[in-house]
């Protein structure tokens, strides 16, 4: 399946934070030197996350700058896109995610809100059990809610249909796909910064 992902570092941010987390999860329960399903779903989503990392339009950006020595490739959509306006509006990409990527994402996720809620699990002590992770939990719930956010459908097929180019094209989008388009980037901000006003009020403005 197709989603509409924002050219947004703030779900970029979020998305990387959950590497470490999930690679020190499965380090500890890889530790005990015991075959557990925690590990089992740990590590499925952890290379379901990286699959997903691999096809975010900030992911060339950010390789690129992290090995100086590879030309900077431009690996986004080849377009601009614009308002019926002229305004330009911050990109959204088509990416394709399986269902068995977000099966692994989601039953992680699900883990990590049991190791919130249940403290001392039956039949285990509680130095077993992975340590807390202050906001992993809240961080991870956003990202997902952004990766299951159904996509207006006409906008996703008008982007899917944009052919990359060596020159980013222009799009404009028609009245009624511009307003499908800020509601959707709207609710984008409101699952990434809601609870934090600052946050929030700075999030929206990037796609003003």
Same mark, same amino acid.
């Given at each position: 399946m197709?989603?509409? #992902? !924002? ?5 970029f941010?979020?998305? $990387?934070s959950? &590497?470490? !987390? ?9 530790s005990?030197?015991? %075959?557990?399903?925690?590990e089992r779903?740990i590590?499925d989503a952890y290379?379901?996350?990286?699959q997903v ?5 900030l992911?060339? *950006?950010?390789?690129?700058a992290s090995?100086?020595t590879?030309?900077?490739?431009? %690996?986004?959509?080849g377009?601009?896109?614009?308002? !019926?306006r002229?305004?330009?509006l911050?990109?959204?990409?088509? #990416? *394709?995610v399986t269902?068995?990527d977000l099966?692994h994402?989601t039953?992680?996720?699900? /883990?990590f809100t ?10 285990r002590?509680?130095? *077993?059990?992975?340590e807390g992770?202050?906001?992993l ?10 990766l299951l956010l159904p996509?207006?459908q006409r906008?996703?097929t008008? /982007?899917r249909?944009?052919v !990359? $180019?060596a020159?980013?094209?222009?799009v404009?989008?028609?009245? &009624? $796909?511009e307003t *499908?388009y800020?509601r959707?980037?709207e609710? #984008?901000?409101t #699952?990434?910064?809601?609870g934090?006003t600052f946050?929030?009020r700075s999030?929206r403005?990037?796609?003003?």
């Open positions: 197709y989603v509409l #992902i !924002p050219d947004d570092p703030v779900f941010a979020k998305f $990387q959950l &590497e470490e !987390p999930l690679l020190r999860h499965l380090y500890r329960l890889h005990a030197g015991l %075959e557990s399903d925690d779903v590590s290379d379901s996350w990286v990392l691999l096809k975010l339009p992911w060339s *950006e950010w390789h690129s090995t100086p590879d030309p900077v490739t431009e %690996e986004r959509a377009y601009v896109l614009h308002s !019926p002229g305004d330009q911050t990109s959204l990409y088509p #990416i *394709e269902a068995v099966g994402l039953a992680c996720l699900d /883990l049991e190791y919130d809620q249940v403290r001392r699990p039956t039949g002590a509680r130095d *077993e059990q992975p992770d202050g906001g939990t809240d961080v991870f719930r956003r990202v997902m809610a952004v996509s207006p906008l996703l008008t /982007l249909h944009v !990359p $180019q020159v980013p094209v222009s404009t989008l028609p009245a &009624e $796909q *499908e800020r959707f980037c609710d #984008i901000v #699952i990434l910064s809601s934090d946050a929030y999030h403005a990037m796609y003003s």
